[in-house]
């Protein structure tokens, strides 16, 4: 056993080399088209480049595409190339469903080739035929979040030994939660509040639905929330029915 029997068989080949960029070609396929999601394909003509894809509103340019691209390596990837180019960038076909969409809104897939080494791009952007999402089906419940009178947790800390230190430092925010339905779930918290937050067009629901599920409060409709002083937020709650709907 293991003893060599024959010699070690060689033999040379060459493959092809990779066609230009500018003669790549994408084909893109949306389907399971939702109010705030869609399921995308893309597929380039030439497998030997890597390229970025994403969904943009029906009137990006390919300046706002190229802009976006940088803002992402710069604040989802702080800036590192190697980073971004390792999570985002796509060889070959390439699929995946796109969340946080608003309902109703026109869209399109853009897809640009980019060398992987330097980042260069090695063509324009590439733009998809326009589709639209569907209306969202709204839950038949009604939901309050109020902030009541907040106080200063150095104070609080000072006055009741051991009960308020971890808002030492913070205000003190109660908020309490008001439900009218026939609820499944509810979340709610306070986001520091960023330009345009309260605009459905830059920000839609879909976009903090999915933080308010992760992060938000979903045990008790009366809690004591710690903020920043000086601090612009915005509270935000969702409830959901027990078909899915928010």
Same mark, same amino acid.
């Given at each position: ?7 070690? &068989? ?24 939702? +109010? !705030? ?11 030997a480049y890597y390229y ?6 029906? $009137? ?14 710069d604040e989802l990837y ?26 109703? !809104? ?6 640009? @080739? @980019? ?17 639209? !999402? ?7 419940? &009604? /939901? ?11 104070? /609080? ?7 308020? $230190? &971890? ?15 026939? %609820? +499944?779930?509810?979340?709610?918290? @306070?986001? +520091? ?8 067009? @830059?920000y839609p629901d879909s %976009? /903090? ?11 008790? !409709? ?5 903020? $920043?002083?000086?601090?612009?937020? /915005? ?10 709907? %928010?």
């Amino acid at each position: 056993a293991g003893v060599m029997t024959t010699s070690v &068989q060689r033999a040379s080949i060459s493959t092809l080399s990779a066609g230009s960029p500018s003669d790549c070609e994408f084909s893109f396929n949306v389907n399971s088209v939702g +109010a !705030t999601s869609a399921n995308v394909t893309v597929t380039p003509s030439d497998d030997a480049y890597y390229y970025y894809w994403m969904l943009y509103r029906a $009137d990006a340019t390919e300046s706002d595409v190229k802009s976006d691209i940088e803002r992402v390596i710069d604040e989802l990837y702080w800036g590192d190339w190697e980073e971004f180019r390792y999570g985002e960038l796509s060889r070959g076909t390439s699929s995946g469903t796109v969340d946080y969409l608003a309902p109703e !809104t026109e869209y399109k897939v853009a897809a640009v @080739i @980019i060398d992987e080494n330097t980042g260069e791009y090695l063509t324009e952007v590439i733009f998809s035929d326009v589709f639209k !999402t569907k209306a969202m089906t709204y839950a038949n419940i &009604q /939901l309050a979040a109020k902030i009541g009178k907040y106080y200063d947790g150095d104070e /609080l800390a000072a006055a009741v030994e051991d009960t308020y $230190d &971890q808002y030492k430092g913070y205000a003190y925010l109660p908020v309490s939660l008001m439900i009218d339905g026939d %609820y +499944a779930e509810y979340y709610y918290t @306070i986001f +520091a509040y960023e330009d345009g937050m309260d605009d459905v067009s @830059i920000y839609p629901d879909s %976009y /903090l639905y999915s933080s308010l599920v992760r992060y938000g409060v979903y045990y008790m !409709t009366e809690v004591n929330f710690r903020a $920043d002083w000086d601090t612009p937020l /915005l509270l935000a709650a969702v409830a959901i029915d027990h078909n899915g709907n %928010y």
